[in-house]
């Protein structure tokens, strides 16, 4: 794992780290109320605006606990670092907000056409999902070492059975309160992303930044 932390994936987890910090500060409700993203239409509470366009990146700076924000900035350190030193820094940080912005758009959608509900998502999961799914492509046989159990695979399988557990889990909701579909359309349009940078799209980039 690096420690010699590339520049956006570090100031990504300063302003991460930053902005956590300024919610207990403040007592957290109030940028929930702005900043949070919140569902499609109109608001059925008085003090809460609804959705607003900029929710789309700004949920992803928020986090709800401690160790909401500890799993996805390890995560984030751990995987952004690496994604990082192979595509570059610009490229790396058009791929983390686009991950970010189409994890929004999947949560968007799952709640206003089939789960319904009225209720904030946040934090920066859908951009760490994706950053997950690109390492499982782009060093597929690096060992991940699980946490429980300790039991080490390569990455292309722990991303393979992650994307299957969050489908299961979003599916059959017995993980209520965890935007399991934003996890996976960070994922998903991380797919999509990769792949048109490898031209493998019927619509092909500029130029090739990966194999």
């Not at 987890?13 to 109109?42: C, E, K, R, S």
């Amino acid at each position: 794992m690096p420690f010699d932390i590339p520049p956006v994936t570090r100031a990504l987890l300063i302003a991460n780290i930053g902005i956590y910090l300024l919610q207990m500060l403040t007592g957290g409700d109030a940028m929930l109320v702005h900043f949070a993203l919140w569902p499609l239409g109109a608001s059925p509470y008085s003090n809460v605006p609804g959705f607003e366009p900029w929710q789309l990146v700004t949920y992803g700076f928020l986090h709800g606990s401690f160790t909401h924000i500890a799993f996805n900035m390890f995560a984030l350190w751990m995987f952004g670092s690496a994604i990082e030193q192979v595509l570059g820094e610009k490229p790396f940080a058009i791929y983390y907000f686009t991950c970010i912005i189409g994890a929004a758009l999947a949560q968007l959608a799952v709640v206003h056409w089939f789960t319904g509900g009225f209720y904030p998502t946040l934090g920066a999961s859908g951009g760490v999902f994706g950053l997950l799914l690109a390492f499982g492509l782009m060093f597929p046989h690096q060992r991940i070492m699980l946490l429980f159990p300790p039991i080490p695979m390569p990455a292309w399988l722990f991303v393979t059975g992650y994307g299957v557990i969050e489908l299961f889990l979003g599916v059959t909701g017995t993980q209520a309160g965890v935007a399991h579909f934003a996890h996976l359309g960070g994922m998903a349009i991380g797919f999509l992303l990769i792949e048109y940078w490898r031209g493998k799209l019927p619509v092909k980039p500029r130029r090739r930044l990966m194999r």
